[in-house]
């Protein structure tokens, strides 16, 4: 079925606030779940939202808390997002990254002790918002082997960066992980192969076949050796600022606790929106000028999907699985 | 043969200043080439000194030129390489990210217009000697296609990052390409496959034959269509700040006006370096603490292998092909 947007918010709104959430920041939490079915991230949208609202009901997320400071200094702060509502908080941090870079050119904020920040675009798109670069990213549970090893050490610690253009909407959301334990299982049901080789099999050989993957717990990282070392150096990023790490992460029962790195940076301080405009615009069209490899194939710039996405469905509404609408109704 | 570390920076100082180079910049210039050698990394040491001075000869590269500012503002500035010699210029690009971060938290530095910077660890490195954590890219000529294209309209845009850790050496230098081209030409010349497939034949297929990618000039990206976007960002970041982009780069005869980002933060205004070391050391063993995939696997960090280079090459010399050096002695 599909859902208007405004719709989709009242309807998120009214269920968090039955749930015992406080009706400003129950609209702000439904505005990002809306947002990401929007932009046609069902997973991290409509599909999510129960999950969430189990969450509220066994005290693993806490709406009530917010983050707080830490400590300041100057263009970087500390702060701590007290196990609350993830995505709330980190879009405070991204807010405040953002503020810092007005003031001082470029600005960051470490948020320790948050939550899943659910998707990593939403703060991407807050830099967009303001005409800033952003680069943002979180650490998580480990699901992905370190190069050499066995066991899932690392997390899949989504890296976000984004770059302002008007009429654009410029976003990489990228995960480390080749494709998301989510994508290997949707494979698998559908009786597919991967397209690539997503991990290897119990006998250590890299296979296209996503139910050995799922259960030798071998997922590959983007580039094998290079996205094992990138996985873990945004760990131990966050780490030095006082996150707990993937390693202790791991060790608990839900994924609770996770840490973010936001960065922001005013490109509009050394260069014109004018001039950021038409070098963006003349390099993606440079990029798109390639020859297409076969007749299937589109050069896109990572973002251009999920904005297309986004103005579909604020036109004809989001789609929302029958179930999962069932299930939102009934909560 | 092998070449005290000494000895190998008056060799390359001596032949700067032969060819014209002021001696204070020939020496810190020297010392660059020679810790490269000496960490391992010799395609960015030895093997590469005589190409800077047929440069500097050719007058594509000229060392009397140094960086000067564009605009500062506050934790952030923009600087002009001016087209001198780029991992000079670079150098003093990060020690200004990093006084900035010990002013302000966080600090950047967009260098634009100015050369190759030769080996992304030396600006890492330098954030390690300050105690900070170092996030650097830089732009260069396209070498990869973007993801459903042919021509290679992406540069490879090594991104480097670094953590400090007292007793360690945690630095990942990155280039965006599963492999170099450098490396695809070594594998074939020992006429040897890749370990995994490095790009597409000239009929599409992903291959291991890196005679093969040479010819399609279609090398693969980290991550396949991932790596894509990492490489287009990274140059989008640096082009807003007003960097010549990699589709300019590529037009040229000769690899140069590259630009870099320079960015520092400083976790020691919000941890001890107690507490950093310790938990980094946690996380390293935990890591390295993943069951071996067979007898031949060990399970290293980012930067390991060339801090134990770096030791061995102290105390016994230097590895200097002999061709190599008896080219450097006759320049």
Chains 1, 2 share one sequence.
């Not at 007005?102 to 899943?116: A, D, T």
């Not at 800033?132 to 992905?144: A, D, K, P």
């Not at 707990?244 to 929106?273: C, N, W, Y």
């Amino acid at each position: 079925m599909f859902v208007k947007y405004e719709d989709l918010i009242k309807l998120f709104t009214e269920k968090l606030v039955k749930h015992g959430v406080e009706e400003n920041l129950a609209r702000e939490a439904a505005t990002i779940f809306a947002d990401n079915s929007c932009d046609g991230v069902y997973t991290h949208g409509a599909n999510r939202f129960p999950r969430i609202i189990r969450y509220i009901d066994e005290k693993v997320i806490d709406f009530s808390k917010v983050l707080t400071e830490v400590s300041t200094f100057n263009a970087f702060a500390k702060y701590d997002g007290h196990r609350g509502f993830g995505p709330l908080n980190a879009k405070k941090a991204m807010q405040i990254a953002i503020d810092k870079a007005k003031e001082y050119g470029i600005g960051g904020v470490c948020l320790v002790n948050n939550n899943h920040w659910l998707r990593g675009g939403t703060y991407g798109e807050l830099a967009l918002e303001n005409n800033m670069v952003g680069i943002c990213f979180t650490n998580s549970t480990g699901i992905l082997p370190p190069w050499g090893g066995k066991e899932p050490k690392l997390g899949n610690n989504p890296l976000v960066m984004a770059v302002p253009c008007e009429g654009k909407h410029i976003l990489m959301d990228m995960a480390i992980s080749q494709y998301s334990y989510g994508k290997l299982e949707e494979t698998r049901l559908k009786g597919q192969k991967l397209p690539y080789p997503g991990g290897y099999d119990e006998n250590g050989n890299l296979t296209t076949d996503p139910g050995a993957i799922e259960k030798s717990l071998r997922a590959l990282p983007i580039g094998y050796w290079k996205g094992s070392s990138l996985a873990l150096l945004l760990d131990l990023i966050l780490a030095v600022f006082g996150a707990m790490p993937t390693k202790d992460i791991s060790k608990q029962k839900e994924e609770v606790g996770l840490s973010q790195m936001f960065i922001a940076i005013d490109p509009t301080r050394f260069e014109s929106q004018e001039y950021i405009k038409s070098i963006v615009d003349a390099i993606i069209e440079d990029v798109k000028s390639a020859t297409p490899v076969d007749e299937k194939s589109s050069i896109r710039y990572p973002g251009e999907r999920e904005y297309k996405v986004r103005k579909e469905n604020l036109e004809k509404g989001i789609p929302v699985l029958d179930e999962v609408y069932k299930t939102i109704i009934e909560l």
